[in-house]
């Protein structure tokens, strides 16, 4: 049984310790090569090559700025969506879904993975920021 992971993650470059988010194909800051089927070969191997590390983004980050989207796409049952852009402790910045009644810009908020949308039986699953 396929089993759903939960969390949203960071990559940390094994080379320099550079965070990224999301993950990218080579480290902006020293230009490691990450390769992506490390994740998804267990048998994977390469000389000399050192797995990037993921940390998972969660715990507390602030509001840096928001906005409502009107006319949603295909799969979302609701007239809007609050969307917000926040910034975590340790400097990495995310988008997601901002469930606040009355957001102000440096709040403080806590972050969740939640259900997102449904499209043709599909669950999407992705950010959501709500007060801690
Ligand atoms: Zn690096």
Redesign the pocket.
């Known amino acids: 049984m396929y089993k759903i992971d939960k969390n949203v993650y960071a990559y940390r470059?094994p080379?320099?310790g550079?965070l990224h988010y999301p993950a990218p194909m080579r480290?902006k800051?020293?230009g490691?090569r990450r390769y992506p089927e490390q994740e998804i070969e267990p048998n994977f191997q390469k000389e000399g090559y050192k797995p990037w590390e993921k940390t998972p983004l969660k715990g507390s980050c602030k509001l840096l700025t928001y906005t409502r989207l009107w006319n949603l796409p295909i799969g979302f049952d609701q007239r809007y969506l609050d969307f917000g852009l926040v910034e975590f402790e340790n400097g990495i910045r995310a988008s997601g879904r901002l469930l606040v009644d009355k957001p102000k810009i440096g709040m403080k908020l806590n972050v969740r993975v939640e259900k997102i949308k449904e499209f043709y039986g599909k669950v999407c699953y992705g950010l959501q920021f709500v007060k801690p």
């Open positions: 470059c080379k320099c550079q480290c800051k020293c490691y």
